[in-house]
């Protein structure tokens, strides 16, 4: 199957600095692709939808000016966590679809773990 | 909007014995896509089946099958011959098959499936 990948797997960092988390589809290209947040034992949330080449699309209750999405290429997409703070300490997940319709399946990363202290 | 429920926070089956995790989700769309998905502690994303709304044929995967009621709307994973490598979180998943919806999961609360040797 298709490999997503993401960098840092796991991140520490001071309240107030900024975190960027990259994800990547290795072998196919992603036009689209998802970032989810999960809280241990908890189910993923969709924060936002994130399109190569445009705006990204934020689903209701995130932030954008603290979570930036950028999809530069067809295989890159880079969320940014502004001034942090230990409440955003939590499992983010991102996905893509092979391709875009269809039962396509997701394939996902393999999830960036921060902690902010 | 799509809402996906599943009742059962936690379960256990015994090896070699079968389970079942039932899913419940409501939706006025009339194609869509049914998922699950199996995370185990590693946390990486593993698709176990998925099943298109237009099938009336369940879905099957090896040990792991469907009960796949549209009508009650309804989407229940059977696992037979149950394994210690199925213990696992597991995820019911809605995607719309509306193209501009863009192809996002929804997911239920999920479901801890525990296996005794």
């Known amino acids: 199957g298709a490999v997503v990948s993401q960098h840092p797997s796991w991140v520490i960092c001071k309240s107030g600095t900024s975190v960027k988390i990259e994800c990547r589809s290795l072998d196919f290209q992603a036009t689209t692709m998802f970032w989810y947040r999960q809280f241990p034992k908890q189910s993923l949330m969709l924060m936002a939808t994130s399109n190569e080449g445009s705006k990204a699309t934020y689903e209701q209750g995130v932030e954008k000016d603290k979570f930036l999405i950028n999809h530069a290429s067809l295989t890159l997409s880079t969320l940014t966590v502004t001034s942090a703070h230990p409440e955003d300490s939590s499992f983010y997940i991102c996905?893509?679809?092979?391709?875009?319709?269809?039962?396509?399946?997701?394939?996902f990363g393999p999830g960036t773990r921060l902690t902010v202290l | 909007a799509q809402t996906v429920t599943q009742s059962q926070p936690e379960m256990s089956v015994q090896e070699a014995e079968t389970v079942t995790l039932s899913c419940t989700y409501d939706t006025s769309e009339s194609d869509y896509y049914l998922f699950w998905y199996k995370q185990p502690p590693s946390r990486q994303m593993i698709l176990v089946i998925r099943?298109?709304?237009?099938?009336?044929q369940n879905a099957t995967e090896n040990r792991f099958s469907v009960n796949f009621q549209k009508a009650a709307k309804s989407f229940s994973l059977k696992i037979s011959d149950s394994q210690l490598g199925d213990a696992a979180m597991y995820f019911c998943?809605?995607?719309?098959?509306?193209?501009?919806?863009?192809?996002?999961?929804?997911f239920g609360q999920g479901t801890e499936l525990s296996v005794k040797p």
């Open positions: 099943q298109e709304a237009y099938k009336q």
């Open positions: 998943a809605y995607r719309s098959g509306l193209y501009n919806q863009g192809g996002k999961l929804i």
């Open positions: 996905s893509a679809p092979l391709r875009a319709g269809g039962p396509n399946e997701q394939f």
